[in-house]
């Protein structure tokens, strides 16, 4: 059986004609927007600022996640313009690697990255939900399926899923019950699943600037920039936070690298927007331009919040955060209890938006797995009257809720960060194979910094999965595991197509 790449059965998905072109620029910069901005921005720097132990540290991981961000948005942009077509990234993949790559990428994507996110992110909905509804929590079950006990696969010690506890409680009810509305609603048409996003994005957008305004004119603590601004950089606490013993740079590398999983978690998803690319209008300038100002406003937006968080409370308030909620302390912080419940909204506001986002996107990669004969093949359809992937958004969303029952979820997006960056270094890599393998295709738009800053990309990721090795094996075997079985998977599926199509 051969893995070579055959364009003949896949040209529906090529040109994808049953799909509607009615994403415009602005449609497509708040997809990528919307699907970056959760609530990992207003939670996550206190682990970062834990594990660092130092205020130059936490703005280091920022400005890495920022430059690593906006550099594989910049390639991705050159292979969207390429390839507009449903699908993207496993677009990309198929046709630079072969369809195997391709399909690894969509099989760990249904599995785990795009269903397991907006589990993760409709049951953070929930949980915020539950500030002003007491009513809403994890502890209060309407179904208790019973209690999991931690395994280790591989015999791994050090590698553990936890105790998880799987049942329905009203607070993955309401995740359950965000899916469902969202799923539904955006089967009426990508038009009606854009106007959501758009409202949504801005209100977000909106609201981490205002925090970030109020930060400079309100929240300027005295006391917090002396703490955090003397010693900015704290390089002995970073040794030592590292447990390097080569020398404190080492550490400062290191700690780079580890805190990586917070804050390439909080900025993903940017990449979403290529999987609608067969419904952008103008798909060959607006997929790149949408990609660059979506990712680079966002993450000027996460950095200046971080100088925010960093001049309102010192780092150790920062470290200790209630639930690591910084956002949430600093605007109590600023604001007392009327702040704590402003940002409870937000967060409300930022949670729904990216959960449409999540879900308006990933049903077009499943869509167009089916249309090369890798998934069920109703799953390749359009609904007649609205033209959307409606069945491939519904097993989306089936498999979501069922997510939201498990305790598992969340800990498996931790675990998938590994072979996330993998499958990005994969994909910028790809750039460089169709540069060599296609040199006279198209390229509307060309990759800005080619071939210096893809390189610089490549490496930098590459060194963070082998830190991630060393440092956090939980965060990389499993991942692995996942994607590996994809293997034999794809082999059945393969079998599946007609012999002219797998010669």
Known sequence: MSTSVNTTPVQVTESSPELVKALGLTS???????????????????????EGNSPGLLLGVWLVTAFMTIVGALCYGELAAMMPRAGGQYIFLREALGPLWGFLYGWTLFLVIQTGTIAAVGVAFGKFLGAFFPGISADRWIWHIGHVNPFHPFGIQAITLGNMDVGLNTQNLCGIVIVVLLTVINMFGIKTGAFIQNVFTIAKVSALFLLIVAGVFV????????ANFTDFWRLNAAHSASGTAPGPWVGVITILAVGQVGSLFSADAWNNVTFTAAEVKNPKRNLPLALALGTGIVTILYVLANVIYLTVLPLNQIQNAPSDRV?????????????ASLMAVAILISTFGCCNGLILAG????YAMAKDRLFFKSVGSVHPKYKTPAVSLVVQGVWTCLLCLSGTYGQLLDYIIFAVLVFYILTIAGLFVLRYKRPDAERPYRAVGYPVLPAIYIVMALFIDVVLLRYKPQFTWPGLFIVLLGIPVYLVWSLRKPAAETA
């Not at 929240?219 to 002396?226: E, Q, S, V």
Request: charged share 10%; glycine share 14%; net charge positive.
């Open 28 to 50: 497509a910069t708040t997809l990528v927007m919307g699907s970056m901005i959760g609530s990992g921005i207003f939670i996550v720097s206190a682990e970062i600022a834990r």
């Open 219 to 226: 929240g300027r603590n005295a006391a917090a920039i002396a």
């Open 363 to 366: 049903a077009r990669v499943y």
């Open 327 to 339: 956002g949430t302390a600093v605007m109590q912080q600023m604001f007392g209890p009327t702040g």
